[in-house]
């Protein structure tokens, strides 16, 4: 579903670099979630939001940050990276209004911290 | 508290057999369950809710409140179907409904 980017796809850096994972949507979906994915672990709920103006933790916030700098777009930061935040991250976005609860993701950003 | 079992990490089949992935739920009130898969390479995409009761390529999972499970099956495995799966719940109603996903059953269709 090209609705859903994601930049970069793939991206390797050092241990402290501060990275930024960027996703924008043209669905015009409100709700905008960021989570990782492990072998063995699922997918993650890292932070959510609902709104430009509404930020939610998600159940593995510590070490990332986030911006929604528009309906559209919902930027996930790593201030000091670290090799445990080695994973692949996914965007996802739902739409409040209509009760349906399905989630659209994005191609995902493979991140490789050494 | 809302919790998503899925006690096999891979299953492996040979094809044309009969496919069943476990998922069992964990949660006090009316949920809405669903099944998403992810093909190699591809983003996770929803393959079927419970609420829709739909038979998706093949597919069908039935909402079992007794035994709160919400188990995929497929008579006959494809090739096709070798995918990473993804068993989540997400309340029915109320405000925020979180989305909580399964650890995932990666399903391997043995030519």
């Known amino acids: 579903d090209a609705d859903v980017t994601q930049t970069p796809r793939n991206r390797i850096t050092k241990t402290g670099k501060r990275i930024m994972l960027e996703c924008s949507q043209t669905?015009?979906?409100?709700?905008m979630y960021w989570y990782r994915q492990d072998p063995g672990l699922g997918l993650r709920l890292i932070y959510y939001?609902?709104?430009?103006?509404?930020?939610n933790k998600g159940e593995i916030s510590d070490g990332y940050s986030v911006s929604r700098q528009a309906q559209a777009k919902f930027s996930l930061s790593l201030e000091s990276a670290i090799p445990n935040q080695t994973a692949l991250y996914f965007c996802?976005?739902?739409?409040?209004?209509?009760?349906?609860?399905?989630?659209?993701f994005g191609p995902g950003t493979r991140l490789t911290v050494l | 508290a809302q919790r998503v079992t899925q006690p096999e990490k891979l299953l492996s089949v040979f094809k044309g057999a009969p496919v069943e992935l476990k998922c069992n739920y964990s949660?006090?009130?009316?949920?809405?369950l669903f099944w998403y898969v992810q093909y190699s390479r591809q983003r996770l995409q929803l393959l079927l809710r419970?609420?829709s009761r739909e038979s998706i390529k093949g597919f069908t999972a039935d909402l079992n409140k007794g035994e709160t499970s919400f188990h995929l099956k497929k008579p006959f495995a494809q090739e096709e179907d070798s995918a990473m799966y993804y068993c989540?719940?997400?309340?029915?109603?109320?405000?925020?409904?979180?989305?909580?996903f399964g650890t995932g059953t990666k399903l391997q269709v043995i030519p």
């Open positions: 996802a976005t739902s739409d409040a209004g209509t009760g349906v609860h399905e989630q659209f």
């Open positions: 669905k015009g979906h409100d709700r």
């Open positions: 939001s609902f709104d430009v103006k509404d930020i």
């Open positions: 949660y006090s009130g009316s949920p809405e």
């Open positions: 419970h609420i």
């Open positions: 989540a719940l997400s309340p029915l109603s109320g405000g925020y409904q979180k989305v909580t």
